[in-house]
C-alpha cells in the first residue's frame, strides 16, 4: 500500500494511491481526521490500515473526494521531518570503491557503519528543481538511497524485533556537494544545503515489502542509466542499523534513515559526470516507484 502527502488547490492532504496508481483517495474518505503524514505515522492502528489497504481497492466512483493522479500536486511523504535525516554512507561494497578512489586514498571495507546526519528544514517534493548553489559547488551530484521511516519510538531494539518498528520506505536523493564535503572534512554542510533532500514519491509501507527488502535500486540522468544494483547488497542491514543505534540513542517515530548509495555516482566516473542545470534525476526503487526531480540554476 502506498500513502501520500499531496496538495489540491495549495491545500496539504494525505491519501492513498489506488491500486492501479491512477487515482488518490483522501484519507478522510476513511473516516481518518490525520492532518499530516507524520500524524499518520505516530497515531495510525493495524485496522485503520488494513481499512485502507481495503478501500485502496475500490474503483474511484466508490470513494468521495477521490482525485486523478495526474491533477495534484504529489509532495515530498514527511515535507518537514521533525529532525535530521540520518544517513549511511559508504554502505555499498562498489560504492566504497569509486568513493575511495575520488579521494585517492587506499580503499578498505568498513567494519562499522558510517553514520552521519543531514539537514533538510523542507524536502524537495517529487518534479521539484534541485537548486545548483553554482555559487558554492562544481561537484553536484546525485545518490539513490532507499529511506526507511520508523512508526514508533525505538530504545534498545533488538535485532530480531527491528522489522515490527518499521512503518515503511520511500525513496531519498541524497544530493551532494562534493568539493564542500572534502574541503570540510566531513558530510554535513555539503549534504544540507536547501534544496538537497528530494523525498518521495510516496511510502510503500512495510507489510507491501519483504524483511530485508531485496528491491532494485537505480538513478538515471538525463534517461541514461548511471547506478543499478539491489538492497540485497548493504554492507550493513537495516536490522543491524537500527539496532545498533537504538543502542544509544532514542529514535522517535516518524525518524527517517537513508540506507546509502550504491556505485554509479557522478564522482565515480572518469572523468566525474557531475550535475549541471537543465540535467534531470531519476531514482527508481522496485516496488516504490520513481522519483524525479530537474537540476535548476
Known amino acids: 500500500?502506498?500513502?501520500?502527502?499531496?496538495?489540491?488547490?495549495?491545500?496539504?492532504?494525505?491519501?492513498?494511491?489506488?491500486?492501479?496508481?491512477?487515482?488518490?483517495?483522501?484519507?478522510?474518505a476513511a473516516g481518518m481526521e490525520y492532518r499530516t503524514m507524520k500524524e499518520v505515522i505516530r497515531e495510525i492502528g493495524p485496522s485503520e490500515l488494513e481499512l485502507l489497504d481495503h478501500i485502496s481497492g475500490l474503483p474511484p466512483y466508490e470513494v468521495s473526494n477521490a482525485a486523478p493522479l495526474e491533477?495534484?500536486?504529489?509532495?515530498?511523504?514527511?515535507?518537514?521531518?521533525?529532525?535530521?535525516?540520518?544517513?549511511?554512507?559508504?554502505?555499498y561494497l562498489a560504492h566504497a570503491e569509486e568513493s575511495a578512489r575520488f579521494k585517492k586514498e587506499a580503499?578498505?571495507?568498513?567494519?562499522?557503519?558510517v553514520y552521519f546526519s543531514k539537514r533538510v528544514n523542507r524536502a524537495t517534493?517529487?518534479?521539484?528543481?534541485?537548486?545548483?548553489?553554482?555559487?558554492?559547488?562544481?561537484?553536484?551530484?546525485?545518490?539513490?538511497?532507499?529511506?526507511?521511516?520508523?512508526?514508533?519510538?525505538?530504545?534498545d531494539v533488538a535485532l530480531e524485533d527491528v522489522e515490527d518498528y518499521i512503518f515503511g520506505y520511500t525513496i531519498m536523493n541524497d544530493v551532494s556537494a562534493r568539493e564542500v564535503q572534502t574541503?570540510?572534512?566531513?558530510?554535513?554542510?555539503?549534504?544540507?544545503?536547501?534544496?538537497?533532500?528530494?523525498?518521495?514519491?510516496?511510502i510503500v509501507t512495510a507489510d507491501s515489502v519483504e524483511f530485508p527488502p531485496k528491491l532494485r535500486i537505480q538513478?538515471?540522468?538525463?534517461?541514461?542509466?548511471?547506478?543499478?544494483?539491489?538492497?540485497?547488497?548493504?554492507?550493513?542491514?537495516?536490522?543491524?542499523?537500527?539496532?545498533?543505534?537504538?543502542?544509544?540513542?532514542?529514535?522517535?517515530a516518524g525518524t527517517i534513515i537513508a540506507t546509502g548509495t550504491p556505485a554509479g555516482v557522478g564522482m565515480g566516473f572518469d572523468p566525474p559526470r557531475f550535475l549541471k542545470p537543465g540535467d534531470v534525476v531519476?531514482?527508481?526503487?522496485e516496488g516504490i516507484g520513481t522519483l524525479k526531480n530537474p537540476v535548476v540554476e
Open 71 to 91: 491533477d495534484i500536486k504529489i509532495m515530498a511523504p514527511i515535507p518537514v521531518p521533525d529532525q535530521d535525516i540520518i544517513c549511511l554512507g559508504i554502505n
Open 219 to 252: 538513478s538515471r540522468v538525463n534517461g541514461e542509466l548511471r547506478q543499478d544494483s539491489n538492497t540485497e547488497q548493504f554492507i550493513h542491514g537495516i536490522a543491524e542499523v537500527v539496532s545498533e543505534l537504538s543502542r544509544g540513542m532514542t529514535l522517535k
Open 183 to 202: 574541503a570540510h572534512r566531513q558530510w554535513y554542510f555539503g549534504k544540507s544545503l536547501d534544496g538537497f533532500t528530494p523525498l518521495g514519491p510516496w
Open 1 to 28: 500500500m502506498k500513502l501520500l502527502t499531496y496538495a489540491i488547490n495549495k491545500k496539504e492532504l494525505t491519501g492513498v494511491l489506488n491500486r492501479e496508481g491512477t487515482f488518490v483517495y483522501p484519507l478522510s
Open 107 to 113: 580503499f578498505s571495507k568498513p567494519d562499522q557503519a
Open 125 to 155: 517534493d517529487p518534479g521539484d528543481g534541485i537548486p545548483s548553489h553554482k555559487e558554492l559547488t562544481s561537484q553536484l551530484d546525485y545518490e539513490a538511497e532507499l529511506a526507511v521511516i520508523l512508526k514508533k519510538d525505538a530504545k
Open 282 to 285: 531519476e531514482c527508481v526503487i
